[in-house]
């Protein structure tokens, strides 16, 4: 069929997609632009940020912006902090969600529909809603300004149950041959899980994972409300505090700052975007 | 091989949570012997914090049985009274904080602030008396407690770009001081001018922005404008003279003469050479530098003539904070005669003593003598403090969101109307 | 993927008795325990108490607490600040949802295509998702301000911008734009996860039958992809109730209230006003209308979605 295509219908196909690529050229402007600009922009001497006509690329290169951006804060030490956050984050995430997931999926207990149900609820509220009980607990624990709440909140709270869920949705697919393979060697129910299943749940690690990472690397809210000293900051609430002594804000400095939190992660993402995207189209989200 | 790879990530977990418990164990505090004083405040600037530590430092060597320590941390929250509220319902209570003046009494009122009178009192040397009654005035209550030091008295002034005037070929304005000319009409048309001129900012009010809308409310003061009565209960946005001063204002906005807002974008810096005036603090000299030439004046008059401004901020001693002896008592060390005329070079006294041209000149190295003679030695002593309510924070985002309209330029008569609406149940107590 | 497939395939092929009930279950309760005993500590039971504090009146820099009842209800449903603020919600919510979906799918399906360069515009869109909430509001906030990016490209062709934040018609507006564009590739994703998995035959088969590919699209493709817009719906919709960050680096829920959600409007109440109770009660309204709006979407998805999530 396609083969005895007119040249007409071929002609209109070109400028089907010349059209196509225009659309999409236009379309990417809101997403890159931003990024692009705030990018630049550190480089640009602070006068230059308003510059009446905007330009995208700096007329007079500067490196004072970034510069500052380590001297007026603990800048790396804040990096470190929301690191080291993000990836304890993300290994208990993975773990646990993947052990609840596995057993809401594969495991009959008690209570189980109830339960899972329990959670997919719990999901619907907000940290701002329990913030205040939680607050006066971290503060009865004397945690306030520690990164605690800030590790324990995302992995444990109601945020982790869409981790559980798309480990449920995944392991409802897992082929049960390979679990009954396995126990008639003498694999053990949690042998079973941890050598077999878990392993073979990659494109569900991979979405949990960027997600958890993703969501604790740019937590905001309870940075703001948690932390105090500048030495624990993360990198969210570090971005805000860019002022000079005279609570000028210091803008090319802020957008450099922005753009260091940015760009290395942007940069993993483009060298594994692959993985990335499928992981998340593999999840059981898509329906 | 599986068995290895969990058992490596097992490996790798363990080490990830001990990383975690090293990083994120929080300090214990002693209760017994001498205390560790913590004192909160707003500036995180390296010199204000290196002098602060230096006296903090030289106190802890003389009263090693008292205090063991003197930290100084700065609440980096651009709202600095959330994150000190926030803060202190925390539990995580400092010994001594900086308090705004706007927020004194509301701190008074929770029973929050320790009565430092009598220590002051006592202090050698010390001298409560040759404090300015004006700027002790916001700390006290009618029984005699003094519940804050007025630590930083600092005026607002009027930053003038000669330069820039010059180049918009607008008149001298140093020159008009001390002249009936001097007023805010005449300030503005110059404003208005230069900025049609020269599309630079005409007047800024640098700290201004929506949240922060009292920095322009106090300006009223010339228009003789209040935002509520004198004993708080009765809201007084309505009043003819708040009307006319708003609608002065709008009007400024609306010609140019003041920038137009926008969310929470700044406008321009004075520092950047782009604004004609810029009502800003004493401090704010210290941003300054040769690039353009530039003088430093009293606020102009108003319809109701002249009233000086100061922003304050106290040091206070937190009742909650564990060690309120050693702290009142570093604090009437911290605020004596000598160490108030070395803090003068950051922060300007209270103190009638202080109150000349040599000390602070050293606070202003950059401005001239009779600039500190003109706007801050004559206006400090009758200056007022911004309108206070001991239940602000109840009620101003309310101000807030009834003010957006007429910075918008909406009808300044229904904005005002709206606000007392929203905020008289609430003065009413 | 494909391994997967066949493999659940082959086991209808070859049914299996059913194994005995093993001896799991505790297993299975030890599996789920930490999280579910992580989200009743951390959600259910902090709600609780949320819902306790909001019969409360309660100033945390004091520390003083008195039961007051329906009080902080009363006062709320009197408060024309709370009416704004669940307007702004609302619209807010309904902004995002409608936008965020409409350009998620019609991104999904320009991209479900072969086509040189595919993966590059893939990729750019879905770029904003990895970029910290702060850091792409902070980069709006400059872009959007009078003298901003945005005003300077409206100038080139002519047309005068507005002070999009401080602009009571336009601040709310604005707000959605940053939403949107921040994560919408992420449904994008999805929606071309569910597109790929719509058998190409039956496209074809529509168009061999001489329908439109606007109509293939609304008969077959949309009834198709109808399990994710109603899951991507609801989680837009919560994630959008929820909105923070923005709104505070943005506008401060100005001008006016036109930006003061819930969730911004809960958090100045609790932390700025110091009013723990009237803050709880907030809460507890902002949970129900995140409730009804999911139940909404849930127990409406039989008229339109044919398969069970």
């Known amino acids: 069929m396609r083969s005895d295509a007119s040249s007409a219908a071929r002609a209109r196909s070109r400028v089907t997609t010349v059209t196509l690529y225009v659309l999409l050229v236009a379309a990417s402007i809101p ?11 550190s480089f640009k001497p602070a006068n230059e940020i308003f510059l009446q006509p905007p330009t995208l690329l700096p007329k ?53 529909n109830a339960v899972f149900t329990l959670m997919l609820a719990a999901m619907m509220v907000p940290t701002e809603v329990t913030i205040i009980p939680i607050f006066t607990a971290v503060k009865a624990m004397g945690l306030t300004n520690t990164h605690w709440p800030l590790i324990i909140l995302p992995i444990f709270g109601p945020t982790a149950v869409v981790s559980v869920f798309i480990f449920r949705q995944h392991f409802l697919s897992f082929p049960k041959e390979y679990e009954e393979a396995a126990r008639l060697d003498g694999v053990t129910r949690a042998g079973v899980f941890f050598r077999i299943a878990l392993p073979l749940a990659t494109p569900a690690i991979a979405a949990v994972g960027i997600m958890a990472f993703l969501r604790s690397f740019n937590m905001y809210f309870e940075a703001l409300i948690f932390l105090r000293t500048p030495e624990n900051f993360t990198l969210g609430l570090a971005i805000t505090r860019y002022q000079d002594f005279y609570g000028e804000q210091m803008w090319n400095t802020q957008l450099g700052a922005a753009s260091l939190t940015v760009v290395p992660i942007l940069v993993v993402f483009l060298i594994a975007q692959k993985q990335f995207v499928q992981g998340l189209a593999q999840t059981g989200l898509k329906g | 091989m599986r068995a290895t790879r969990s058992r490596r990530a097992a490996i790798a977990l363990t080490g990830v949570l001990a990383l975690c418990l090293s990083a994120c164990g929080g300090g214990d505090t002693g209760e017994s012997g001498p205390a560790d004083l913590k004192m909160a405040l707003w500036s995180s600037n390296k010199d204000h914090l290196a002098l602060l530590k230096k006296v903090g430092d030289a106190y802890v060597a ?36 900086w308090i705004p003046e706007a927020s004194g009494p509301e701190f008074v009122d929770a029973g929050v602030l320790h009565d430092v009178g009598s220590t002051l009192k006592g202090a050698d040397g010390y001298d409560l008396d040759d404090i300015l009654p004006a700027a002790l005035a916001p700390w006290q209550d009618e ?21 820039l005037l010059k180049a918009a070929g607008q008149p001298d304005v140093a020159a008009l001081v001390g002249t009936p000319d001097y007023t ?31 920095a322009v409310t106090m300006l009223g003061s010339a228009w003789g404008a209040a935002p509520w009565s004198e004993d708080g209960s009765t809201c007084a946005f309505t009043s003819p003279e708040m009307i006319d001063y708003l609608t002065w204002y709008q009007k400024q906005m609306s010609r140019g003469a003041i920038p137009a807002i926008s969310g929470k974008a700044e406008p321009a810096a004075f520092a950047s050479g782009d604004v004609a005036f810029s009502v800003a603090q004493l401090s704010q000299s210290g941003s300054l530098d040769s690039s353009f030439t530039w003088s430093f004046l009293p606020l102009p008059a108003g319809p109701k003539g002249y009233h000086p401004i100061v922003g304050q901020a106290g040091v206070s001693v937190l009742e909650r904070g564990g060690h309120k002896e050693q702290a009142a008592a570093f604090l009437a060390h911290l605020t004596n005669p000598t160490n108030a005329e070395l803090l003068a070079q950051f922060f300007p006294p209270p103190r009638k003593s202080l109150l000349n041209v040599k000390t602070l000149s050293q606070a202003a190295p950059k401005l001239s003598p009779e600039a500190i003679q003109s706007a801050i030695i004559d206006v400090v002593p009758e200056a007022s403090v911004k309108p206070q309510h001991p239940v602000l924070s109840q009620f101003s985002d309310k101000v807030r969101a009834g003010l957006d309209s007429v910075w918008s330029g909406g009808d300044v008569k229904a904005a005002v109307t709206g606000i007392c609406e929203q905020i008289s149940p609430t003065l009413k107590g | 993927m494909t391994a997967h497939t066949s493999a659940a395939n082959d086991r209808r092929v070859v049914p299996k008795p059913r194994p005995r009930p093993d001896r799991g279950r505790w297993l299975g309760v030890a599996f789920v325990a930490p999280q579910v005993l992580g989200v009743i500590i951390l959600g259910v039971v902090p709600f609780l108490f949320v819902i306790w504090y909001s019969f409360n009146e309660w100033r945390p820099l004091t520390g003083e607490r008195e039961f007051t009842g329906l009080d902080n209800y009363s006062r709320l449903f009197a408060d024309p600040t709370f009416s704004a603020s669940v307007v702004a919600s609302l619209l807010f919510s309904v902004g995002v949802l409608v936008l965020n ?8 399906v320009l991209l479900n295509r072969r086509m040189r360069g595919i993966t590059a515009f893939r990729t750019i869109f879905f770029s904003p998702v990895v970029v910290s909430v702060v850091a792409w509001s902070v980069t709006w906030g400059f872009l959007l301000a009078p003298d901003g990016g945005i005003n300077g490209a409206l100038q080139l062709l002519g047309i ?51 329908a439109s590919p606007w109509r293939s699209f609304w008969s077959i493709t949309v009834p198709m992809i109808a399990p994710t817009i109603l899951l991507t719906g609801i989680l837009t919709t919560i994630g959008s109730l929820e909105v923070f960050a923005p709104v505070q680096l943005l506008t401060d829920g100005g001008p006016g209230n036109a930006t003061n959600v819930l969730p911004f409007f809960l958090y100045r109440t609790a932390f700025v006003s110091q009013q723990f109770g009237y803050a709880s009660a907030i809460g507890v309204v902002l949970f129900a209308i995140i409730l009804a709006l999911t139940m909404l979407q849930w127990t409406t998805r039989r008229k339109w979605v044919h398969d069970e999530v």
């Open chain 1, 60 to 112: 007079e290169w500067t490196l004072d912006g970034i510069a500052q951006v380590f001297t007026a804060q603990p800048f790396l030490r804040q990096y470190g902090n929301s690191m080291y956050i993000a990836v304890v984050v993300t290994v208990a995430s993975i773990l646990l969600s993947a052990m609840a997931g596995y057993a809401f999926a594969r495991i009959r207990f008690p209570l189980r």
């Open chain 3, 101 to 108: 979906l409409v350009i998620a799918i019609s991104l999904a």
């Open chain 2, 143 to 163: 029984k005699g407690g003094v519940y804050a030091y007025p630590f930083s008295n600092s005026p607002f002034a009027l930053y003038v770009n000669e330069d």
């Open chain 2, 62 to 97: 003389e009263h090693r049985d008292e205090v063991a320590s003197i930290t100084f941390e700065p609440v980096t929250n651009p709202d600095y009274i959330a994150g000190l509220t926030t803060q202190i319902a925390g539990g995580d209570v400092p010994d001594l904080a």
């Open chain 1, 31 to 41: 997403f890159l632009y931003p990024t692009l600009w705030m990018f630049f922009s």
């Open chain 2, 184 to 214: 805010w009409k005449t300030i503005a048309d110059i404003a208005a001018a230069t900025n049609s001129k020269t599309k630079a900012v005409g007047l800024n009010v640098p700290t201004f922005n929506p949240t922060n809308w009292s």
């Open chain 3, 160 to 210: 005068d911008g507005t002070s999009w934040l401080a602009d009571s018609s336009t601040a709310l507006l604005s707000l959605v734009v940053v939403q949107v564009f921040k994560g919408v590739g992420m449904n994008m994703v999805l929606f071309l996860a569910a597109l790929q998995s719509v058998p190409e035959e039956i496209r074809e088969a529509a168009q061999l039958d001489g």
